[in-house]
Each structure stands twice: as structure tokens, then as C-alpha cells.
């Protein structure tokens, strides 16, 4: 017999459906500015676990999109020019409770840019 367990908050936690919560955020930003702003930013509730599947990047002119992605304070990479969508997989990457995930955009040179960027995973708590 196994059980899976989450430690939370220093408390172990069953996993089991009355303690996920599937999450699914999506957002969009349209700009010019050179200046990266803000795209999507998710921050771990307080007393949760947040499995993260992966993040997904779409821009309408990706020759002119830049994408910074910050976790937990770190950034993971800037000044990236995709030539098309992305998808980042995290492998049910285990994220703590206040950390934020900040997808960001800029221009490369002011040309207007839509970008989307689309966070799923799981809530544990």
C-alpha cells in the first residue's frame, strides 16, 4: 500500500481530490514600451503547494516579442526572441507557498506587441 503525501506548511497532507485544486491562468498584454511589463504573474497561495505542469508563450509578431521569465525571485531567462509559441514543461515542479511565477514582455523596438502567456498546475493544500 502507498500513500502520497505533501508536506505543507510543515504539515503532512494526503493528495487525494479534496486537496487539489487543477489551476489554469491565462492573460494577455499588448505594448510598445521597450520596458518589460507584466504579462501573467501567479503567487502561491499561503499554505499551498502549487505543482506547476508548464507555461505557455504566443505573441501575434514574435521577430518583435522579448519574454523574461522570473521564479521565486530568479530569473530564469531575459531577452529571449522566440520564433514561435513555446511551451515550458516543469515536470509537476513543486512551488511554495508566496512564491510568484512573473511571465513578462517588451518590445524589441517599439513596435506593438500582444503577447500571451498561460500558466497550468495544481494546488495542493
Keep these: 500500500w502507498v500513500q502520497t503525501v505533501e ?7 494526503p493528495a487525494g481530490p479534496t486537496t487539489e485544486i487543477p489551476i489554469s491562468r491565462l492573460a494577455d498584454l499588448t505594448t510598445s ?3 518589460y511589463q507584466t ?3 501567479y503567487t502561491v497561495p499561503t499554505n499551498t503547494l502549487t505543482h506547476l505542469y508548464g507555461l505557455e508563450l504566443f505573441s ?4 518583435k ?3 523574461r521569465i522570473t521564479i521565486g525571485g530568479v530569473v530564469q531567462w531575459t ?3 522566440l520564433p514561435t509559441g513555446l511551451n515550458v514543461f516543469f515536470a509537476l ?3 511554495s507557498a508566496a512564491v510568484v511565477v512573473l511571465v513578462e514582455a517588451a518590445s524589441s523596438d517599439g513596435t506593438q506587441v500582444r503577447a500571451w502567456a498561460h500558466l497550468e498546475g495544481k494546488e495542493v493544500s
Excluded at 7 to 13: Q, T
Excluded at 60 to 63: A, E, T
Design 7 to 13: 508536506v505543507i506548511a510543515s504539515l503532512p497532507v
Design 39 to 41: 504579462v501573467l504573474s
Design 33 to 35: 514600451s521597450t520596458s
Design 93 to 95: 515542479a513543486r512551488v
Design 79 to 81: 531577452g529571449q526572441e
Design 60 to 63: 501575434n509578431v514574435f521577430s
Design 65 to 67: 516579442t522579448l519574454w
